[in-house]
């Protein structure tokens, strides 16, 4: 099965890369940017063939490596 | 030799090249900030080392699209000489300048080390002052050195003798040890197809006295001494 | 939630701020009223452990501090030292341990920013960055995850603000496994005509904002670096501050363009406690008031309070008192770099910090008795008992010496740091003529003939076994790791890591390492011009070693006679300088082969450390060494192939060890020594210059493809240097 | 309007940081990885209301500055 995993700063974390980002898409005329955030995504692709399964294991796989729960919080979606 | 040095904001090896110039061509260089629109008549621009707007969204993105990069354009559409080195190399291939693309060092690792590098092709006005086949040693110190370019291109490049540098090791053989990044075929720099623009990843400016270390960066002026004058 | 500036103030409350009761009589006492919750949490975070020091003010005072060539000591942002031509040398180290546990590249990563802070604020130009860092046994599961975690951390900031980071030292001991240690220093250069301080003048001069937004970053950062770690600790993730290299890269540029006019009367870095500790130091420094209006403070979140904006940790800020009228002149060049700018209040004559929120006064403390009448404790300490002499006959001789040496240069303690080093841009600036794997770092003082050299040294197992001894040694060995590159050692600065002052012990332990640095500071002339101090690295009661970090500082007047550890030539002669009795206690041998931690560390003393240190400045100055390397941990063998592997060159070397165990006179490490290699010719000289009182003998010679010594037949190069490069790449290939 | 920009990698374009996700979970025991992409993710907050407006826009905004067509394909989505 696929999932697509979604890691984004938890709300209050500064963002140095969005903040930056909009500031660059103001300098290239885009003016109408009220906030920009940017995070990861990450598709795997699992032998794994439950749904359910999958889930599990992706959500550990979010806890142990690919977010950093500190400051990060992660969404997961089984395709 | 008329030069040129732009400076990004975080750019940071801009005195360092500004220094380097100085000191081989004997003139100051004009230090253009990212946000003047005019860039005096010169014989090389030098787009300088650093992490120009903090290498955020991708390395050299923004720095491509500041209004000064513009002026570069324009002047390496005349035919004029423009160098990136690092970062610069990054903002060159980010304007289409240069083909082909810097990725994430395959390690993920910054990297900063000496590495060898071989003269690929010494008919360019920015590597004449070097031997053929000549294996030097250069700094490199960079995250994202890993040079992508998909296989036309690279073909194109290696057919037409646009490969200026590549990673080697003692012996001058292209080895996987040898690369620092996981760039396609080793490449470590670039030349346009009129050979009037150099991207490169390792830093000559770093190795011109002896106090450096070494002067095998010091070929690399002289060369454009060389063609330009 | 609504918020209410005039909560009850209940007994949990105050404690819940870490205030003791008689602190908080004190903190009545001072305002002749109940506190709004905002002075609360301001006198939460100026008393606590890491503002106020009040544990270790009374111990650090006793340290030397003066010298003709300080400028300024303790008490300023960082310390600075004359290098003459009207240059000044301005550097400090600072600790980022509890942050860099919880999240190691961030912490890490603001702990290099918050130090460079210090030392531009000041108006230098950082010009290097060093790291002591500590970690726990390479066998606890989260150690490669933070070894790996924080170097990068370092190096993600340090390579993008573009300042070389040139050097430091890395340990590996169990005592780090629930507290690693983080401590990271900068060295910057500035006119010693443009030195700004912090105390702020002028009444009526407007105060400004300058740099990031301020968020809800770390409100509890400065009270957490001065709490022990429970079990729950972790479960607790504060928020922890991210950093923003490429805004501290702006704001270095901007703050150093803004102080090369002469707008600037006082300027100061939000560090621990932000918005709080800067402007508490700023007015008592003066002796002024400040009225802010919170409003006015550039906020990244919404419905921000005034509690939340004088707390946060929110990094790449600064405050600053400019001439009245130039707000105009000042704004513009931070515009031209991109960064927040705002009049946020002015200087008054009242004293007192005068805080107005929406029309309203939250806060008004006078901050003289605030800062100066803050907590000062005389903790109760017990000496530790000296651990005994370890009799050499009771540490056995290893099978095969050369397995030995290849076993201790391939262990994490001695083994090669370039997985580390390789991650940190070591050249930036161009100016960096000696690069990490030497004894100490060396960049050029840009356009001159000047060199500084630096070091960052601690052997804390010397300190866990005697404290005074570990104090002095941590001293002497930046001074004699400056001196074998051919500088002058001028001064030091600290960073004082230790488990809980509340504990007798421990605070005996503190004593007792304060006492052995001050002693070596006033025997070598090396006086302490700034610091830090770290306590509460601790977990469920077990402390770190003691670990207090030196970062030692030297000059040369002309850097073309700067040596590194690697001889030049073949045919070179080998000399060895200092004493070797074959002291095993507290060794690294006796560590790695015998799995033992026992005994006295190696005495120190600091005449005869100071005449050899001397005699061998002496001799690099006058241009007769080639090159030089102290020995330190692991002995003379492991200084010797260190030498060797620098080079790549052998050496053949017979030494007559008398009636020393030759496994003890290969690895003791008895302090004050030194290697030479000389060109044959000077070899006769350089020995008669020495008098009697230093003790120097001819050792061997350079030359060849082997490592040849007593009990070694040899050993190939690449075998030394397949045992030294190995470890650290293989153990963090598995992370 | 708020928008989600998706960015990956093209196909035949090598993935050094999924390449390295991949090797890492297999060493943490997680075996049944058969492949591992990264690529950005990118929410902007705008000030445009017309969703037809805002695709255009964002869709502008990805070939200008938040995408390197040479290396990368965008997916928008309006939100
Ligand atoms: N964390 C680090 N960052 C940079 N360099 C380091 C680090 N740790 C160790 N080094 C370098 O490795 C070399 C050996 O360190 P160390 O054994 O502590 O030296 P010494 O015994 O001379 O003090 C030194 O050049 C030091 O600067
Ligand atoms: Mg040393």
Redesign the interface.
């Given at each position: 099965m696929k999932a697509r995993v979604h890691i984004t700063l938890k709300n209050g974390v500064l963002d140095p890369q969005g903040k930056a980002i909009k500031h660059a898409l103001f300098a290239l005329g885009f003016d109408g940017v009220n906030d920009v955030r940017q995070g990861k995504y990450i598709e795997l692709d699992l032998a794994e063939s439950d749904p359910d399964n999958t889930q599990a294991v992706v959500e550990e796989m979010c806890k142990k490596l690919l977010s950093n729960t500190v400051i990060e919080n992660y969404a997961i979606e089984i395709v | 030799m008329k030069t040129a040095v732009i400076v990004f904001?975080?750019s940071?090896?801009d005195?360092?090249m500004i220094?380097?110039l100085e000191k081989i061509t004997g003139h100051q260089p004009h230090i253009i900030w990212h946000q003047d629109d005019y860039i005096p008549a010169v014989d090389l621009i030098a787009l300088p080392?650093?992490?120009s707007?903090?290498?955020?969204?991708?390395c050299g993105?923004?720095a491509a699209?500041?209004p000064v990069t513009r002026k570069v354009i324009e002047h390496a559409d005349r035919g004029g000489n423009v160098i990136g080195i690092c970062n610069g190399f990054q903002v060159l291939?980010?304007t289409?300048l240069l083909?082909?693309?810097l990725?994430?060092?395959?390690s993920?690792?910054?990297?900063?080390?000496d590495v060898r590098l071989k003269v690929e092709n010494n008919d360019t006005p920015f590597t004449n002052a070097y031997e053929p086949g000549e294996v030097i040693t250069v700094?490199v110190?960079h995250?994202d050195g890993?040079y992508?370019a998909?296989d036309d291109t690279l073909y194109a490049l290696e057919e037409e003798g646009r490969i200026a540098f590549r990673y080697v090791n003692d012996d001058g053989d292209t080895t996987l040890a040898a690369n620092p990044n996981?760039s396609r075929n080793n490449i470590a720099g670039i030349i346009s197809r009129r050979k009037n623009i150099l991207g490169m990843m390792p830093?000559p400016?770093?190795l011109i006295e002896n106090?450096?270390?070494g002067t095998d960066g010091l070929g690399f002026f002289k060369s454009m001494i060389n063609a330009i004058n | 939630m609504t918020w209410n500036n005039n909560v009850e103030i209940t007994d949990a409350l105050v404690r819940e701020h870490g205030l003791s009761t008689q602190e908080y009589d004190l903190c009545l006492k001072i305002l002749d009223r109940t506190p709004t919750l905002t002075e609360l949490g301001i006198f939460s975070v100026m008393w606590s452990e890491h503002c106020s020091y009040k544990s270790s003010k009374k111990h650090l005072k006793t340290l030397p501090t003066t010298a003709p060539w300080v400028i300024h000591g303790p008490g300023e942002n960082a310390g600075v030292i004359d290098i003459g031509d009207n240059q000044a040398i301005i550097f400090k180290m600072e600790s980022h341990n509890h942050p860099s546990y919880i999240e190691p590249y961030q912490g890490a990563a603001t702990g290099v920013g918050g130090i460079l802070r210090d030392v531009f604020t000041m108006g230098a130009r950082p010009i290097a960055n060093m790291n002591a860092l500590r970690f726990g046994s390479p066998n606890h599961p989260k150690t490669r995850h933070l070894l790996s975690g924080v170097v990068e951390g370092i190096g993600g900031y340090g390579n993008c603000v573009g300042v070389p980071t040139v050097g430091g030292e890395t340990n590996f001991h169990p005592a780090y496994d629930g507290n690693i240690l983080v401590n990271a220093m900068t060295v910057g250069l500035a006119d010693q005509d443009k030195i700004f301080l912090s105390a702020a003048a002028g009444i009526g001069n407007p105060v400004i904002y300058v740099g990031s937004k301020t968020g809800r970053d770390g409100i509890h950062g400065a009270t957490m670096a001065s709490a022990e770690f429970t079990e729950d600790t972790e479960e607790k993730r504060p928020t922890v501050q991210v950093g923003d290299p490429f805004t501290e890269k702006l704001l270095i540029e901007a703050c150093l363009e803004l102080m090369s006019t002469d707008m600037v009367v006082a300027i100061q870095d939000m560090g621990a406690a932000g918005l709080t500790s800067s402007s508490v130091e700023m007015a008592s420094g003066g002796g002024v008031g400040f009225d802010f209006n919170l409003d006015m403070v550039p906020q990244r979140e919404e419905g921000m309070t005034p509690y939340e904006m004088m707390l946060s940790e929110s990094q790449e800020r600064m405050l600053i008192v400019l001439k009245p009228g130039r707000e105009n002149e000042a704004k513009a060049i931070f515009d031209k770099w991109d960064l927040d700018f705002a009049v946020i209040g002015k200087i008054t004559d009242s004293g007192n910090l005068t805080l107005t929120f929406k029309g309203e006064v939250v806060a008004d403390i006078p901050t003289q008795p605030l800062a100066d009448n803050s907590p000062e404790y005389d903790r109760p300490w017990v000496k530790p008992q000296p651990k005994p002499f370890l009799d050499t006959d009771d540490i056995a001789a290893p099978p095969d010496m050369k397995q030995a040496l290849l076993t201790m240069i391939g262990s994490p303690h001695l083994c090669s740091r370039d997985w580390i080093w390789q991650q940190y841009d070591m050249q930036v600036m161009a100016d960096t003529i000696q690069k990490p794997g030497g004894d100490a770092a060396v960049v050029r003082v840009h356009g001159t003939d000047k060199a500084i050299a630096i070091s960052t040294d601690c052997t804390p197992r010397y300190c866990y076994a005697d404290p005074v001894e570990g104090g002095k040694q941590a001293v002497a060995e930046t001074w004699r790791n400056i001196t074998a590159v051919g500088a002058t050692p001028l001064a030091i600065t600290d960073c004082l890591n230790f488990g809980n002052p509340e504990r007798p012990e421990i605070m005996g332990q503190f004593v007792g390492c304060i006492e052995g640095m001050r002693e070596a500071c006033n025997i070598l002339d090396y006086p302490v011009v700034s610091g830090n101090v770290s306590l509460y690295n601790e977990t469920n009661g077990t402390g770190i070693h003691p670990t207090p970090a030196i970062g030692g500082v030297g000059l040369f007047d002309d850097y073309s006679k700067m040596v590194t550890i690697a001889p030049q030539a073949e045919g070179e002669i080998l000399l060895l300088i200092g004493e070797t009795k074959g002291h095993l206690g507290a060794s690294l041998y006796l560590e790695i082969m015998e799995g033992r931690e026992e005994g006295a560390p190696p005495p120190v003393d600091l005449e005869v450390e100071k005449k050899n240190g001397n005699f061998v400045r002496t001799q690099i100055g006058a241009g007769n060494i080639a090159a030089c390397h102290d020995i330190s941990d692991g002995g003379l063998y492991v200084a010797l192939a260190e030498m060797a592997m620098a080079a790549n060159i052998g050496m053949t070397v017979t030494i007559d060890n008398g009636r020393v165990p030759l496994h003890a006179y290969a690895f003791g490490e008895d302090q004050g020594r030194y290697i030479l290699s000389v060109p044959a010719e000077k070899a006769e000289a350089i020995m008669s210059a020495a008098d009697d009182s230093i003790s120097i003998q001819i050792i061997g010679k350079v030359g060849g493809d082997a490592f040849k010594i007593n009990g070694i037949t040899g050993i190939s190069l690449s075998e030394l240097l397949n045992a030294h490069q190995g470890w650290m790449e293989e153990y963090m290939g598995l992370e």
């Amino acid at each position: 099965m696929k999932a697509r995993v979604h890691i984004t700063l938890k709300n209050g974390v500064l963002d140095p890369q969005g903040k930056a980002i909009k500031h660059a898409l103001f300098a290239l005329g885009f003016d109408g940017v009220n906030d920009v955030r940017q995070g990861k995504y990450i598709e795997l692709d699992l032998a794994e063939s439950d749904p359910d399964n999958t889930q599990a294991v992706v959500e550990e796989m979010c806890k142990k490596l690919l977010s950093n729960t500190v400051i990060e919080n992660y969404a997961i979606e089984i395709v | 030799m008329k030069t040129a040095v732009i400076v990004f904001p975080a750019s940071n090896c801009d005195r360092d090249m500004i220094v380097a110039l100085e000191k081989i061509t004997g003139h100051q260089p004009h230090i253009i900030w990212h946000q003047d629109d005019y860039i005096p008549a010169v014989d090389l621009i030098a787009l300088p080392g650093g992490f120009s707007f903090g290498d955020y969204l991708r390395c050299g993105a923004m720095a491509a699209r500041s209004p000064v990069t513009r002026k570069v354009i324009e002047h390496a559409d005349r035919g004029g000489n423009v160098i990136g080195i690092c970062n610069g190399f990054q903002v060159l291939t980010e304007t289409g300048l240069l083909p082909g693309a810097l990725m994430r060092n395959e390690s993920l690792k910054f990297v900063c080390k000496d590495v060898r590098l071989k003269v690929e092709n010494n008919d360019t006005p920015f590597t004449n002052a070097y031997e053929p086949g000549e294996v030097i040693t250069v700094p490199v110190a960079h995250h994202d050195g890993n040079y992508f370019a998909d296989d036309d291109t690279l073909y194109a490049l290696e057919e037409e003798g646009r490969i200026a540098f590549r990673y080697v090791n003692d012996d001058g053989d292209t080895t996987l040890a040898a690369n620092p990044n996981g760039s396609r075929n080793n490449i470590a720099g670039i030349i346009s197809r009129r050979k009037n623009i150099l991207g490169m990843m390792p830093h000559p400016e770093r190795l011109i006295e002896n106090a450096h270390g070494g002067t095998d960066g010091l070929g690399f002026f002289k060369s454009m001494i060389n063609a330009i004058n | 939630m609504t918020w209410n500036n005039n909560v009850e103030i209940t007994d949990a409350l105050v404690r819940e701020h870490g205030l003791s009761t008689q602190e908080y009589d004190l903190c009545l006492k001072i305002l002749d009223r109940t506190p709004t919750l905002t002075e609360l949490g301001i006198f939460s975070v100026m008393w606590s452990e890491h503002c106020s020091y009040k544990s270790s003010k009374k111990h650090l005072k006793t340290l030397p501090t003066t010298a003709p060539w300080v400028i300024h000591g303790p008490g300023e942002n960082a310390g600075v030292i004359d290098i003459g031509d009207n240059q000044a040398i301005i550097f400090k180290m600072e600790s980022h341990n509890h942050p860099s546990y919880i999240e190691p590249y961030q912490g890490a990563a603001t702990g290099v920013g918050g130090i460079l802070r210090d030392v531009f604020t000041m108006g230098a130009r950082p010009i290097a960055n060093m790291n002591a860092l500590r970690f726990g046994s390479p066998n606890h599961p989260k150690t490669r995850h933070l070894l790996s975690g924080v170097v990068e951390g370092i190096g993600g900031y340090g390579n993008c603000v573009g300042v070389p980071t040139v050097g430091g030292e890395t340990n590996f001991h169990p005592a780090y496994d629930g507290n690693i240690l983080v401590n990271a220093m900068t060295v910057g250069l500035a006119d010693q005509d443009k030195i700004f301080l912090s105390a702020a003048a002028g009444i009526g001069n407007p105060v400004i904002y300058v740099g990031s937004k301020t968020g809800r970053d770390g409100i509890h950062g400065a009270t957490m670096a001065s709490a022990e770690f429970t079990e729950d600790t972790e479960e607790k993730r504060p928020t922890v501050q991210v950093g923003d290299p490429f805004t501290e890269k702006l704001l270095i540029e901007a703050c150093l363009e803004l102080m090369s006019t002469d707008m600037v009367v006082a300027i100061q870095d939000m560090g621990a406690a932000g918005l709080t500790s800067s402007s508490v130091e700023m007015a008592s420094g003066g002796g002024v008031g400040f009225d802010f209006n919170l409003d006015m403070v550039p906020q990244r979140e919404e419905g921000m309070t005034p509690y939340e904006m004088m707390l946060s940790e929110s990094q790449e800020r600064m405050l600053i008192v400019l001439k009245p009228g130039r707000e105009n002149e000042a704004k513009a060049i931070f515009d031209k770099w991109d960064l927040d700018f705002a009049v946020i209040g002015k200087i008054t004559d009242s004293g007192n910090l005068t805080l107005t929120f929406k029309g309203e006064v939250v806060a008004d403390i006078p901050t003289q008795p605030l800062a100066d009448n803050s907590p000062e404790y005389d903790r109760p300490w017990v000496k530790p008992q000296p651990k005994p002499f370890l009799d050499t006959d009771d540490i056995a001789a290893p099978p095969d010496m050369k397995q030995a040496l290849l076993t201790m240069i391939g262990s994490p303690h001695l083994c090669s740091r370039d997985w580390i080093w390789q991650q940190y841009d070591m050249q930036v600036m161009a100016d960096t003529i000696q690069k990490p794997g030497g004894d100490a770092a060396v960049v050029r003082v840009h356009g001159t003939d000047k060199a500084i050299a630096i070091s960052t040294d601690c052997t804390p197992r010397y300190c866990y076994a005697d404290p005074v001894e570990g104090g002095k040694q941590a001293v002497a060995e930046t001074w004699r790791n400056i001196t074998a590159v051919g500088a002058t050692p001028l001064a030091i600065t600290d960073c004082l890591n230790f488990g809980n002052p509340e504990r007798p012990e421990i605070m005996g332990q503190f004593v007792g390492c304060i006492e052995g640095m001050r002693e070596a500071c006033n025997i070598l002339d090396y006086p302490v011009v700034s610091g830090n101090v770290s306590l509460y690295n601790e977990t469920n009661g077990t402390g770190i070693h003691p670990t207090p970090a030196i970062g030692g500082v030297g000059l040369f007047d002309d850097y073309s006679k700067m040596v590194t550890i690697a001889p030049q030539a073949e045919g070179e002669i080998l000399l060895l300088i200092g004493e070797t009795k074959g002291h095993l206690g507290a060794s690294l041998y006796l560590e790695i082969m015998e799995g033992r931690e026992e005994g006295a560390p190696p005495p120190v003393d600091l005449e005869v450390e100071k005449k050899n240190g001397n005699f061998v400045r002496t001799q690099i100055g006058a241009g007769n060494i080639a090159a030089c390397h102290d020995i330190s941990d692991g002995g003379l063998y492991v200084a010797l192939a260190e030498m060797a592997m620098a080079a790549n060159i052998g050496m053949t070397v017979t030494i007559d060890n008398g009636r020393v165990p030759l496994h003890a006179y290969a690895f003791g490490e008895d302090q004050g020594r030194y290697i030479l290699s000389v060109p044959a010719e000077k070899a006769e000289a350089i020995m008669s210059a020495a008098d009697d009182s230093i003790s120097i003998q001819i050792i061997g010679k350079v030359g060849g493809d082997a490592f040849k010594i007593n009990g070694i037949t040899g050993i190939s190069l690449s075998e030394l240097l397949n045992a030294h490069q190995g470890w650290m790449e293989e153990y963090m290939g598995l992370e």
